[in-house]
Nanobody, 123 residues
Framework: EVQLVESGGGLVQAGGSLRLSCAAS????????IGWFRQAPGKEREGVSC????????YYADSLKGRFTISSDNAKNTVYLQMNSLKREDTAVYYC????????????????WGQGTQVTVSS
């Protein structure tokens, strides 16, 4: 059974940093694309970043390039999202998800999801 557990969310001031973790189990990590998505209050869920470590490929939403960095530790089956220079508009629930077919880091490509972790950025 695929399981994804996010951690690392919290309350941070604008301009601060957080690192989210997504611990994965129940599947062969190298065969999957792992993605981070987020959903702000009253908004649709949107893609943040994806990584397929076996291919050495990453994707970032254009608006987040330069501030967010995705990485993976295959030995720990964990994907990280380093978030710097956080803004109030980054406030959202952040989800990680897994897919064997994803090529575009789009939500519909992912069929396994974690429960999410709240990130709140205060001014």
């Amino acid at each position: 059974e695929v399981q994804l557990v996010e951690s690392g969310g919290g309350l941070v001031q604008a301009g601060g940093s957080l690192r989210l973790s997504c611990a994965a189990s129940g599947f062969t990590f190298d065969d999957y694309t792992i993605g981070w998505f987020r959903q702000a209050p009253g908004k649709e869920r949107e893609g943040v970043s994806c990584i397929r470590s076996s291919a050495g490929s990453t994707y970032y939403a254009d608006s987040l390039k330069g501030r967010f960095t995705i990485s993976s530790d295959n030995a720990k089956n964990t994907v990280y999202l380093q978030m710097n220079s956080l803004k109030r508009e980054d406030t959202a629930v952040y989800y990680c998800a897994a897919s064997t077919i994803a090529t575009m880091c789009l939500e519909f490509e992912f069929d396994s999801w974690g429960q999410g972790t709240q990130v709140t950025v205060s001014s």
